[in-house]
Protein backbone atom coordinates (compact mmCIF):
# COMPACT_ATOMS: atom_id res chain seq x y z
CA UNK A 1 0.00 0.00 0.00
CA UNK A 2 2.75 2.72 0.83
CA UNK A 3 4.35 1.57 -2.67
CA UNK A 4 1.18 1.95 -4.20
CA UNK A 5 0.75 5.32 -2.69
CA UNK A 6 4.29 6.66 -3.56
CA UNK A 7 3.27 5.76 -7.01
CA UNK A 8 0.14 7.69 -7.46
CA UNK A 9 1.99 10.73 -5.83
CA UNK A 10 4.95 10.79 -8.28
CA UNK A 11 2.75 10.50 -11.30
CA UNK A 12 0.49 13.54 -9.66
CA UNK A 13 3.79 15.38 -10.00
CA UNK A 14 4.60 14.67 -12.97
CA UNK A 15 1.04 15.06 -14.06
CA UNK A 16 0.97 18.65 -13.13
CA UNK A 17 4.72 19.21 -14.38
CA UNK A 18 4.05 18.53 -17.95
CA UNK A 19 0.77 20.59 -17.52
CA UNK A 20 2.38 23.40 -16.38
CA UNK A 21 5.15 22.64 -19.42
CA UNK A 22 1.96 22.50 -22.06
CA UNK A 23 0.09 25.96 -20.88
CA UNK A 24 3.04 27.88 -19.20
CA UNK A 25 0.45 31.02 -19.61
CA UNK A 26 -1.65 29.84 -16.75
CA UNK A 27 -0.62 30.69 -13.21
CA UNK A 28 -0.74 27.84 -10.60
CA UNK A 29 -2.89 27.98 -7.81
CA UNK A 30 -1.79 29.60 -4.71
CA UNK A 31 -1.91 28.12 -1.49
CA UNK A 32 -4.55 28.36 1.48
CA UNK A 33 -1.55 29.62 3.66
CA UNK A 34 -0.39 32.41 0.87
CA UNK A 35 -4.08 33.57 0.39
CA UNK A 36 -4.66 33.84 4.02
CA UNK A 37 -1.18 36.15 4.17
CA UNK A 38 -2.19 38.37 1.54
CA UNK A 39 -5.52 39.13 2.80
CA UNK A 40 -4.57 39.68 6.22
CA UNK A 41 -1.86 41.81 4.23
CA UNK A 42 -4.20 44.20 2.87
CA UNK A 43 -6.39 44.50 5.62
CA UNK A 44 -4.06 45.65 7.49
CA UNK A 45 -3.22 48.55 4.89
CA UNK A 46 -6.78 49.50 5.56
CA UNK A 47 -6.54 50.30 9.06
CA UNK A 48 -3.67 51.94 7.95
CA UNK A 49 -4.18 54.11 5.13
CA UNK A 50 -8.17 53.12 4.60
CA UNK A 51 -10.75 53.42 3.54
CA UNK A 52 -12.63 52.55 6.72
CA UNK A 53 -16.38 51.75 7.65
CA UNK A 54 -17.57 51.69 11.44
CA UNK A 55 -20.94 49.90 11.87
CA UNK A 56 -23.12 51.74 14.93
CA UNK A 57 -24.39 48.66 17.25
CA UNK A 58 -25.59 50.91 20.10
CA UNK A 59 -28.88 50.29 18.91
CA UNK A 60 -29.11 46.34 19.42
CA UNK A 61 -30.88 46.63 23.30
CA UNK A 62 -34.48 46.30 22.04
CA UNK A 63 -33.99 43.72 18.97
CA UNK A 64 -35.89 40.43 19.48
CA UNK A 65 -33.62 37.06 19.22
CA UNK A 66 -34.56 36.71 15.41
CA UNK A 67 -33.69 40.56 14.61
CA UNK A 68 -30.55 40.32 16.30
CA UNK A 69 -29.11 36.88 14.68
CA UNK A 70 -30.30 38.36 11.19
CA UNK A 71 -27.73 40.96 12.01
CA UNK A 72 -25.03 38.51 12.95
CA UNK A 73 -25.73 36.63 9.73
CA UNK A 74 -25.02 40.36 8.00
CA UNK A 75 -22.29 41.02 9.70
CA UNK A 76 -21.05 37.66 8.79
CA UNK A 77 -21.45 38.55 4.90
CA UNK A 78 -20.23 42.03 5.09
CA UNK A 79 -17.17 40.53 6.49
CA UNK A 80 -16.75 37.65 4.28
CA UNK A 81 -16.96 40.27 1.19
CA UNK A 82 -14.63 42.32 2.91
CA UNK A 83 -11.97 39.86 2.96
CA UNK A 84 -12.67 39.11 -1.14
CA UNK A 85 -11.98 42.50 -1.58
CA UNK A 86 -8.90 43.57 -3.88
CA UNK A 87 -9.25 46.86 -2.18
CA UNK A 88 -10.78 46.08 1.81
CA UNK A 89 -12.24 48.41 4.11
CA UNK A 90 -11.10 48.39 8.01
CA UNK A 91 -14.31 48.06 9.93
CA UNK A 92 -14.48 48.71 13.60
CA UNK A 93 -17.69 47.00 15.24
CA UNK A 94 -18.60 50.52 17.81
CA UNK A 95 -21.37 49.91 20.84
CA UNK A 96 -20.45 46.07 20.77
CA UNK A 97 -19.86 44.65 24.19
CA UNK A 98 -18.42 41.46 24.44
CA UNK A 99 -21.02 39.94 27.19
CA UNK A 100 -24.27 41.19 24.68
CA UNK A 101 -26.85 39.22 23.36
CA UNK A 102 -25.32 40.20 19.81
CA UNK A 103 -21.71 39.05 20.52
CA UNK A 104 -22.92 35.46 21.66
CA UNK A 105 -25.13 35.24 18.38
CA UNK A 106 -22.43 36.27 16.06
CA UNK A 107 -20.34 33.25 18.15
CA UNK A 108 -22.70 31.24 17.34
CA UNK A 109 -23.36 31.81 13.99
CA UNK A 110 -20.11 33.02 12.57
CA UNK A 111 -17.25 30.27 12.39
CA UNK A 112 -14.17 31.92 14.00
CA UNK A 113 -15.88 34.82 14.71
CA UNK A 114 -13.42 35.79 17.40
CA UNK A 115 -10.47 36.07 15.62
CA UNK A 116 -11.97 38.09 12.77
CA UNK A 117 -9.54 40.82 11.41
CA UNK A 118 -11.67 43.87 12.78
CA UNK A 119 -12.20 46.53 15.77
CA UNK A 120 -14.46 45.43 18.17
CA UNK A 121 -15.08 48.28 21.13
CA UNK A 122 -18.19 49.21 23.77
CA UNK A 123 -17.11 53.13 22.72
CA UNK A 124 -19.77 54.94 20.68
CA UNK A 125 -18.64 55.74 16.93
CA UNK A 126 -18.69 59.63 17.92
CA UNK A 127 -16.51 59.68 20.60
CA UNK A 128 -14.39 57.20 18.29
CA UNK A 129 -13.12 59.37 15.87
CA UNK A 130 -13.16 63.07 15.03
CA UNK A 131 -16.73 64.41 14.02
CA UNK A 132 -15.50 66.39 11.04
CA UNK A 133 -14.29 62.81 9.85
CA UNK A 134 -17.59 61.14 10.03
CA UNK A 135 -20.37 60.17 7.55
CA UNK A 136 -23.45 58.24 8.57
CA UNK A 137 -25.06 56.23 5.64
CA UNK A 138 -28.76 56.69 5.81
CA UNK A 139 -31.23 56.51 3.34
CA UNK A 140 -33.28 59.55 4.67
CA UNK A 141 -30.73 61.60 4.10
CA UNK A 142 -30.78 65.01 1.53
CA UNK A 143 -27.14 64.35 0.43
CA UNK A 144 -26.30 61.28 -1.90
CA UNK A 145 -23.19 60.25 -1.92
CA UNK A 146 -20.96 61.32 -4.05
CA UNK A 147 -17.60 59.51 -3.74
CA UNK A 148 -15.84 57.46 -1.15
CA UNK A 149 -13.50 59.04 0.15
CA UNK A 150 -10.23 57.51 2.29
CA UNK A 151 -9.92 60.25 4.72
CA UNK A 152 -13.54 59.57 6.39
CA UNK A 153 -15.16 56.92 8.07
CA UNK A 154 -18.68 55.44 6.96
CA UNK A 155 -20.98 54.50 9.42
CA UNK A 156 -23.95 52.09 9.18
CA UNK A 157 -26.49 51.65 11.34
CA UNK A 158 -27.09 47.88 12.75
CA UNK A 159 -30.31 47.52 12.25
CA UNK A 160 -32.69 45.46 10.43
CA UNK A 161 -35.77 45.21 8.87
CA UNK A 162 -38.27 44.66 11.59
CA UNK A 163 -36.53 47.54 14.31
CA UNK A 164 -36.38 50.47 11.48
CA UNK A 165 -38.48 53.43 12.70
CA UNK A 166 -38.31 56.35 10.57
CA UNK A 167 -35.13 58.74 11.00
CA UNK A 168 -33.50 56.87 13.68
CA UNK A 169 -30.29 56.98 12.25
CA UNK A 170 -30.73 60.13 10.66
CA UNK A 171 -31.49 61.78 13.92
CA UNK A 172 -28.26 59.86 15.67
CA UNK A 173 -26.37 61.93 13.62
CA UNK A 174 -27.81 65.22 13.47
CA UNK A 175 -27.91 65.51 17.43
CA UNK A 176 -23.85 65.08 17.25
CA UNK A 177 -23.60 67.30 14.17
CA UNK A 178 -22.01 64.59 11.57
CA UNK A 179 -22.88 64.62 8.14
CA UNK A 180 -25.10 62.68 6.80
CA UNK A 181 -25.44 61.00 3.20
CA UNK A 182 -27.31 58.09 1.08
CA UNK A 183 -26.76 56.29 -1.74
CA UNK A 184 -27.43 57.87 -5.11
CA UNK A 185 -30.32 55.37 -5.42
CA UNK A 186 -32.46 58.25 -6.87
CA UNK A 187 -29.81 59.47 -9.41
CA UNK A 188 -28.87 56.00 -11.22
CA UNK A 189 -31.97 54.19 -10.67
CA UNK A 190 -36.06 54.38 -11.74
CA UNK A 191 -38.50 52.51 -9.99
CA UNK A 192 -40.19 49.83 -11.84
CA UNK A 193 -43.73 48.59 -11.83
CA UNK A 194 -44.55 45.58 -9.38
CA UNK A 195 -47.75 43.80 -8.47
CA UNK A 196 -46.98 45.12 -4.53
CA UNK A 197 -46.15 48.63 -5.97
CA UNK A 198 -43.39 48.43 -3.48
CA UNK A 199 -40.12 50.40 -3.44
CA UNK A 200 -37.39 50.30 -0.78
CA UNK A 201 -34.41 52.49 -0.61
CA UNK A 202 -33.34 50.24 2.82
CA UNK A 203 -31.00 47.60 2.70
CA UNK A 204 -28.66 45.45 4.72
CA UNK A 205 -25.50 46.44 6.31
CA UNK A 206 -23.83 43.78 3.74
CA UNK A 207 -25.74 45.10 0.83
CA UNK A 208 -24.56 48.33 1.35
CA UNK A 209 -21.09 47.54 1.90
CA UNK A 210 -21.51 45.47 -1.43
CA UNK A 211 -21.87 48.88 -3.13
CA UNK A 212 -19.64 50.33 -0.92
CA UNK A 213 -16.69 47.97 -1.98
CA UNK A 214 -17.30 47.81 -5.78
CA UNK A 215 -17.77 51.29 -6.36
CA UNK A 216 -14.45 51.91 -4.57
CA UNK A 217 -12.67 49.53 -6.74
CA UNK A 218 -14.47 50.66 -9.87
CA UNK A 219 -15.41 54.33 -9.62
CA UNK A 220 -18.68 52.97 -11.12
CA UNK A 221 -21.87 54.03 -9.33
CA UNK A 222 -24.43 51.68 -11.37
CA UNK A 223 -22.32 48.90 -11.53
CA UNK A 224 -22.20 49.15 -7.59
CA UNK A 225 -25.70 49.59 -7.19
CA UNK A 226 -26.22 46.58 -9.76
CA UNK A 227 -24.33 44.84 -7.15
CA UNK A 228 -26.09 45.77 -3.80
CA UNK A 229 -29.77 46.82 -4.72
CA UNK A 230 -31.50 43.52 -5.50
CA UNK A 231 -34.67 43.64 -7.79
CA UNK A 232 -37.33 43.25 -4.94
CA UNK A 233 -36.60 46.19 -3.85
CA UNK A 234 -38.57 47.88 -6.76
CA UNK A 235 -35.57 49.71 -8.44
CA UNK A 236 -33.39 48.89 -11.40
CA UNK A 237 -30.71 50.88 -13.22
CA UNK A 238 -31.92 53.76 -15.35
CA UNK A 239 -30.66 52.24 -18.71
CA UNK A 240 -31.75 49.16 -18.05
CA UNK A 241 -32.99 46.64 -20.57
CA UNK A 242 -35.19 44.85 -18.00
Known amino acids: MVAAKKSKRKQEKERRKANRAENPGIRPQHSKRFLRTLTKERLLEAKHSGPRLCIDLSMTDHMSKKELSRLAGQIRRLYGSNKKADKPFWICLAGF ?9 CLRMNDGFSSYMLDITEEDCFS ?7 VYLTPDSEHALEDVDVNKIYILGGLVDESIQKKVTFQKAREHSVQTARLPIQEYMIRRQNGKNYYSEILAINQV ?22 SGKGYVLQNSVE
Not at 97 to 102: A, I, M, T, V
Not at 128 to 134: I, K, Q
Open 209 to 230: FDILSTYFETRNWPEALKKGVS
Open 97 to 105: SRDSPLYEE
Open 128 to 134: LFPLETL
